[in-house]
Nanobody
Framework: VQLQASGGGLVQAGGSLRLSCAVS?????????VGWFRQAPGKERERVAS????????DYADSVKGRFTIARDNAKSTVYLQMNSLKPEDTAVYFC????????????WGQGTQVTVSS
């Protein structure tokens, strides 16, 4: 499984951004869980949101609940992270990752995309 993240940028507080994670590979995508993570300078990596490919469940970090939405487009093999009401503390490098259903190890990672929220 290969993942490629895009869509980061600079936005003012209160603004919105949508990140995209294109997923490819000779793999049955339905057998994977896809998630978004972020890491700010000097801080540990944090899981922001995740979803199964069938879309029957989603999970969010408390810090982004009600502001961020994870969604997938099966036809495009892409998972999105819609980020609204952005705050300066959302500034980080954002990564998408995948793990096989039923496992806990995130063993496939895309490159990061920088999100900077100015106050």
């Amino acid at each position: 499984v290969q993942l490629q993240a895009s869509g980061g940028g600079l936005v003012q507080a209160g603004g919105s951004l949508r990140l995209s994670c294109a997923v490819s590979g000779r793999t049955l995508l339905g057998s994977y869980v896809v998630g978004w993570f972020r890491q700010a300078p000097g801080k540990e990596r944090e899981r922001v949101a995740s979803t199964n490919w069938g879309g029957s469940w989603t999970d969010y970090a408390d810090s982004v609940k009600g502001r961020f939405t994870i969604a997938r487009d099966n036809a495009k093999s892409t998972v999105y992270l819609q980020m609204n009401s952005l705050k300066p503390e959302d500034t980080a490098v954002y990564f998408c990752a995948a793990r096989p259903v039923g496992t806990t190890e995130w063993d496939h990672w895309g490159q990061g995309t920088q999100v900077t929220v100015s106050s």
